[in-house]
Antibody, heavy 121, light 113 residues
Framework: QITLKESGPTLVKPTQTLMLTCTFS??????????VGWIRQPPGKALEWLAL???????RYSPSLENRHTITKDTSKNQVVLTMTNLDPVDTATYYC?????????????WGQGTLVTVSS | DIVVTQSPDSLAVSLGERATINCKSS????????????LAWYQQKPGQPPKGLIY???TRESGVPDRFSGSGSGTDFTLTISSLQAEDVAVYYC?????????FGQGTRLEIK
């Protein structure tokens, strides 16, 4: 049974750095083809894909965040970390991590419950 | 970037009736190398994360009722719910994974008439 869970601060001040952790179980991020992505959703708005890391260390990023974000993995801890710098109130959103099974099929079949991050002074 | 646009933004359908949601991509998401369309559909109920329904434009995720079906190719796609049930009230998103950045549509809110 695959599960993912996001954790991190719920309130961050503008210009600060955010670190979100996705802790997962039921799969290994060393298995060929497997990836974990981050997707966010501002309140009442649509989904936005942010970043993806694969079993082999390959990383993909959305250019919309203008290089403010970094994705890393720790396979020994079954964790993926998203770091975002220079936060702005527009970054207020629910942040989800999600599992994808195949390298060429970036379809997110399992999602965490999400964590709401508010950026405010 | 591939822009994905859904229509309509909201939809009200009577129980037992058909619901149709459209999705259009700004460029083709069909790959001739494997004859597949890189398009997925998700369902999101209030207060819940999205749930995958369909991938490769028409392949139903395991456990998804067969009243949900996906169709289309190239740039035009459709999600059809053949007989609307009360539990289908949700926001539906299409998602292209043909190229990075992977993009989602703006969502279609489905309600009961």
């Amino acid at each position: 049974q695959i599960t993912l869970k996001e954790s991190g601060p719920t309130l961050v001040k503008p210009t600060q750095t955010l670190m979100l952790t996705c802790t997962f179980s039921g799969f290994s991020l060393t298995s060929s083809g497997v990836g974990v992505g981050w997707i966010r959703q501002p309140p009442g708005k649509a989904l936005e894909w942010l970043a993806l890391i694969y079993w082999n260390g390959e990383k993909r990023y959305s250019p919309s965040l203008e290089n403010r974000h970094t994705i890393t993995k720790d396979t020994s801890k079954n964790q993926v970390v998203l770091t975002m710098t220079n936060l702005d109130p527009v970054d207020t959103a629910t942040y989800y991590c999600a599992h994808t099974e195949e390298h060429w099929r970036v379809y997110f079949d399992y999602w965490g419950q999400g964590t709401l991050v508010t950026v405010s002074s | 970037d591939i822009v994905v646009t859904q229509s309509p933004d909201s939809l009200a359908v009577s129980l037992g009736e058909r619901a149709t949601i459209n999705c259009k991509s700004s460029q083709s998401v069909f790959s001739s190398s494997n004859n597949k369309n890189y398009l997925a559909w998700y369902q999101q109920k209030p207060g819940q994360p999205p749930k995958g329904l369909i991938y490769w434009a028409s392949t139903r995720e395991s456990g998804v009722p067969d009243r949900f079906s996906g169709s289309g190719s190239g740039t035009d796609f459709t999600l059809t719910i053949s007989s609307l049930q009360a539990e289908d009230v949700a926001v539906y998103y299409c998602h292209q994974y043909y190229g990075s950045p992977y993009t989602f549509g703006q969502g279609t809110r489905l309600e009961i008439k």
